[in-house]
């Protein structure tokens, strides 16, 4: 079956331009979850998704970010005015059931780079 | 959060089981451990998880110590597509927080 999906793929904007991020979950996935990876960093959690609300956003980094999702499904990770040190790897993963006890599956993310 | 420490690098031959560590001394009682792997240019990927008891799949083993400070990634036969970096990451609530991981090479 179809697989997390995130677009673009990649992403090049100057610096102080608005980005929107899009991820595509599997069909079916109440959690979600978005992450970023800076080049040779760990990862980094954003914010999480169960069905439509956000119970966890202590990991943006800042109020220029914000996330939303609809339907349950399909959410938009936008990041307002952009700055260089935003530039990473954005990845979004989903889960079947509530957080901890069952497997995210990964997207392959959306390379952003703020010049 | 709870820490864990992982060697920065591991080789292995084709064919031959994998054995990766990771110490967890200050993980509490309602941690799982988390594995998950990562390819070149890939997002990460689930290996396995587990709680107190030791794990099977069809990717791996999860061996943990009794006293849970410490468990270990079985590959029982690597191949070369598991060149990756594996992360070994501890949590409840499924907010994943990567280190720097264990880059493992296999070699042919």
């Known amino acids: 079956g179809a697989g997390v999906s995130q677009s673009p793929s990649n992403k090049v904007t100057e610096k102080g331009k608005d980005v929107e991020l899009r991820c595509d979950p599997i069909s079916g996935h109440t959690a979600l979850y978005w992450y970023r990876q800076s080049l040779g960093q760990g990862l980094e959690f954003l914010i999480y998704?169960?069905?439509?609300?956000?119970?966890?956003k202590s990991g943006l980094p800042s109020d220029r970010f914000s996330a939303e999702r609809t339907g349950g499904s399909v959410s938009t990770l936008t990041i307002q005015r952009t700055q260089q040190e935003d530039s990473a790897v954005y990845l979004c993963?989903?889960?079947?059931?509530?957080?901890?006890?069952?497997?995210?599956?990964f997207g392959p993310g959306t390379r952003l780079t703020v010049t | 959060d709870a820490k864990t420490t992982q060697p920065n690098s591991m080789e292995s031959n084709e064919e031959e089981p994998v054995h990766l560590p990771c110490n967890h001394s200050?993980?509490?009682?309602?941690?799982?451990i988390h594995w998950y792997r990562q390819l070149p240019s890939q997002g990460p990927e689930y290996v396995i998880h587990?709680?107190?008891s030791n794990v099977n799949n069809r990717m791996a083993s999860l061996a943990i110590a009794e006293d849970r400070k410490s468990s270990t990634l079985i590959l029982h036969r690597a191949t070369l597509r598991d060149a990756a970096v594996y992360y070994c990451i501890l949590g409840l609530d499924g907010k994943l927080t990567f280190g720097q991981g264990t880059i493992l090479t296999v070699h042919p």
């Open positions: 998704f169960q069905g439509n609300s956000a119970p966890d």
């Open positions: 200050t993980i509490s009682g309602t941690d799982y």
């Open positions: 993963a989903s889960s079947p059931r509530d957080r901890g006890y069952y497997e995210q599956y």
């Open positions: 587990g709680l107190t």
